[in-house]
C-alpha cells in the first residue's frame, strides 16, 4: 500500500511563495509519473504540474503556472516538490499530489492516478 504525504502548505501574501513536499512510503514511486492537483472550494480538482519517473520531463496546466510553478522529485522517487513563486489569490485551493499508473508525462487527468495524498491548504490573502 503506497501513502501520500503532503506537506508545506499554508497563508501567504499574494506575490509570496511556498514549497509543497510531498513524501511517499510503502514503496518507492521511482517507476511513476507524479502530478499535482489543486481544489478550490465549490470547485473541480483541476491539474497543476506532472513529472516523468525519472525526471527528465514535466508538463504544466498552462503557460501562468509553468512560469510560476516548479515541479520536482528526488532520484530515489519518494518525495515530490512543488515550488510556487508570485502567488495569486487565485491560487488559493487545497494542494493535492499523487502518483500515475505510468511513467511518462503529460498525465493530466485524475483518473489516470492511483494514488493521492489527503491534501495540503495553501492560502493566498493579505
Known amino acids: 500500500q503506497v501513502h501520500l504525504r503532503e506537506s508545506g502548505g499554508g497563508l501567504v501574501q499574494p506575490g509570496g511563495s511556498l514549497k509543497l513536499s510531498c513524501v511517499a512510503s510503502?514503496?518507492?514511486?521511482?517507476?511513476?509519473?507524479m502530478g499535482w492537483f489543486r481544489q478550490a472550494p465549490g470547485k473541480e480538482r483541476e491539474f497543476v504540474a506532472c513529472?516523468?519517473?525519472?525526471?527528465?520531463?514535466?508538463?504544466y496546466a498552462e503557460e501562468s503556472l509553468k512560469g510560476r510553478f516548479t515541479v520536482s522529485r528526488d532520484n530515489a522517487g519518494n518525495t515530490v516538490w512543488l515550488q510556487m513563486n508570485s502567488l495569486k489569490s487565485e491560487d488559493t485551493a487545497v494542494y493535492y499530489c499523487a502518483a500515475a499508473a505510468g511513467r511518462t508525462v503529460p498525465v493530466t487527468s485524475p483518473s489516470q492516478y492511483d494514488y493521492w495524498g489527503q491534501g495540503t491548504q495553501v492560502t493566498v490573502s493579505s
Open positions: 510503502g514503496r518507492s514511486l521511482s517507476d511513476n509519473a
Open positions: 513529472i516523468s519517473a525519472n525526471g527528465l520531463s514535466t508538463f
